[in-house]
Nanobody
């Protein structure tokens, strides 16, 4: 089995910062892309940022210059640093990873349980 466990999130004032972390564990051979998605009430889930195993990053236009994604391949973790937060960043944030498992060498997509980020004064 593979699990993604998220930490971080919470309530922050506009202009503030938060850090989200996600750790993958279980029968993992290799992790390919990792990323963060978010879903606000009444809206579809959207990509926030992603990072390949080689470190190539991709960001949604709405967060460019404010959010930074990074990963530690040795620890199977991915982190999202969020600065200059805005009320429109309020959403449930989900960790995502594409993982190749030892059991059969196939790639599977996994999701974390989600963590709430609320930006409000």
């Amino acid at each position: 089995q593979v699990q993604l466990v998220e930490s971080g999130g919470g309530l922050v004032q506009p202009g503030g910062s938060l850090r989200l972390s996600c750790a993958a564990s279980g029968s993992i051979f290799r992790i390919n892309a990792m990323g963060w998605y978010r879903q606000a009430p009444g809206k579809q889930r959207e990509l926030v940022a992603s990072i390949t195993s080689g470190g190539t990053t991709n960001y949604a236009d709405s967060v460019k210059g404010r959010f930074t994604i990074s990963r530690d391949n040795a620890k199977n973790t991915v982190t999202l640093e969020m600065n200059s937060l805005k009320p429109e960043d309020t959403a449930v944030y989900y960790c995502n990873a594409r993982i190749i498992r030892f059991v059969n060498g196939f790639e599977y997509e996994y999701w974390g349980q989600g963590t709430q980020v609320t930006v409000s004064s």
